[in-house]
């Protein structure tokens, strides 16, 4: 199961570099390195243009794999799952 919570982990990536890559694009580099930064910023500018630049389909895809990566760590204990250590005699 965390397997898949970081499966999912690794989509949401993919497609933040996509949206990124639409946001050099159309903004030019100085936005496109606050995107880099600030990936919630890439969130919300992609949100906010995705009717115009017909990137609705892999924001609403990005949204998904979020909140599902989200409960899926979240149920799993994310990616702390193997650093606790065991109280084994």
């Not at 993919?14 to 600030?38: D, H, R």
């Not at 979020?66 to 994310?78: D, E, F, P, R």
């Amino acid at each position: 199961m965390a397997a898949l919570g970081m499966l999912l982990v690794v989509g949401c990536v993919v497609l933040q570099i996509i949206v990124l890559i639409k946001l050099f694009q159309t903004e030019g580099a100085l936005k496109g390195i606050l995107g880099l930064i600030c990936g919630l910023y890439t969130f919300i500018w992609g949100w906010m243009n995705a009717t115009r630049l017909n990137i609705k389909n892999i924001m609403i895809i990005w949204t998904i794999l979020i909140i599902l990566a989200t409960v899926i760590n979240a149920m799993t204990g994310g990616f702390s799952y193997g650093t606790m250590p065991t109280n084994t005699p």
